[in-house]
């Protein structure tokens, strides 16, 4: 693979920015209408979200982000409002997996480290992050070879429409 | 090395020797989708050319979470599941019918399986003993096209339990002293297993509380091994050659073992806006509360209306506080129904709800206004959880729940018994 690198300007969320904060529950009949539902991504945890975000913009969080419910609308909406990568300390297990999936980078690393409106570079290839704001350097933990495939197809269903199956470890094309 | 519960159920259907960190496929016994992330999983695995099922027997659809349904979208979302249904020949259960995890357990859930569900509460089922995990939309529709699915076998924290609850103390109380203690990603990837001497006492009914609420420590799965109590419980359910024993090796590998007397546990809440900001109830104790709770797939069962019943008995809610009551199934309720629970809380002012998820995810059925307090027996306190941002909820047992609503205030329950 390539190397990729992506950059864009940070939006930084505190800790704890549960499925339920970034698409209400109440919404839910939006679900089949994802872009009226992606117009109210995040609204309950910063209103000025989604008018400032711009395609290509990261998002930056804290602590467990992406905690609750198991609704993929969550990364579909940061998907759709232009976000191209999540950075954060801490992940849930389900959304982190949602966000593979939906070809969202989910890249762990000291955020701390990260303000607001901070321009970074991403390296997907080597998951470093270069704060180019402050100059600061990140790395990150590496993704199981599976969900590197994942991601690189750009979600699981173009994954599964290209291999058919799961391919993983000894099988796994090695790039 | 021996292997924990996790480790042995997905090495028996990954065929492969499955240790803590590796990548395993593994087919899948149960897959399921409810209504509210159905209709994704339904337009991915349409997205993706797939056109049957590969078991539609083991494939189950759930109306439960806008059941009946609040809006006209919500009402063709259901319209487009039900032809879904049609076209696959999957189960289908309606809407009345109850939440998905109480179904799943009384009818599907055996000790051995895996089953992957669109929900996060799929960890449920752990306490009969099934591998049971949420997903999103996208990897349930690949598990229903393929029969299988990809896992990272957890590493596992196993709960030691001894004792016997108090007066006043129950399962919930135990779970969320766990997620207090462990904190709400303390056990993120991980799997919980449950087991001690104190198991032989802990009912299915409890059990299925307990790992109901593991994803709320960030758990993967909350596994309990199966004995006499679950060969009981399925045998209650008309599913005993569902039973077969499954334990862990006693030289298994855990990676953090917790050890708990539940006898020295209070009745406990927890304090919005995380399920890990939990303390004794003492805490919260005199807070007034507009609304009270009772059901959801965490603590909707008979034990927990049998409990509320009779603390209930001949008193009567608070008159500014309403009490919402909703069975986590159509056999709760008719069951409840039999033992006289229902009366004796209609009696008390309970607005009884239909079997299924009711006012839990902010949908419909029991919305709260702005600068309100519920006190709720579900599982999640988070900001707007409830349909409001503006308003808050507090979590705890069926007990604290009863009580608090004779006195309009939170409660402890040791109070009213």
Redesign the interface.
Known sequence: MSDITLKGKAIKLGD?I?T??II???Y??????LPELAKHALE?ADPTFVSRVKPGDFLVAG??FG???????A??VIKMVGISAILAR?V???FF??AI??GVPVLLCDTDKISDGDKLEINLTDGIVTNLTSGAKLSCGKV?P?MSAILEEG???PY??KYK??V??SKAKQS | MGKTLAEKILTAKSKTDAKAGD?V?ANVDLAFVQD??G??TVR?FK???FRKIAEPERTVIFLD??APS?????S??HV?LRRFAKETGCYIYEVGDGVCHQLVAEHFAKPGDIIV????H?VTAGALGAFAT??????V??AL??G???F?VPETFFINLRGTFSKGVYAKDLILYLIGQMG??GA??KALEFGGEALAHITMSQRLTIANMA?EA?A?VGLFPSDEVTQGFLTTQGRSDSYRPLYPDADAHYERVISLNIAELEPMVSLP??VDNVFPVGKAKGIIIQQVFIGTCTNGRLEDLAVAASILQDKKRFPDTRLLVAPASRQVLTQAIDNGYIRALVEAGATILPPGCAAC???HQG?LGDGEVCLSTAN?N????M???EATIYLASSATAAASAIRGEITDPREAM
């Open positions: 704890n549960s339920d904060l209400p529950g109440r839910a009949h939006l679900r089949s209408n309950d602590e467990n905690l609750g419910s198991s609704r993929e609308h990364p579909v801490s849930a297990r389900i997996r949602n999936n939906q199981p599976l979600g699981l269903i599964i429409q199956d799961f993983i470890a | 990548i496929i509210t992330t209709p994704l991915q997205e993706s050319g979470h806008a609040a809006a006209r979208q919500l063709n979302d487009l569900g669109s929900d996060s799929t949420g997903m999103g939309s996208s990897d529709a690949v096209a393929l299988k699915t990809w990272r709400a990603d993120t990837y994803v960030g993967k806006l995380t995810l902010g949908l919305v999640r988070f900001r707007g959880r349909g409001n941002p």
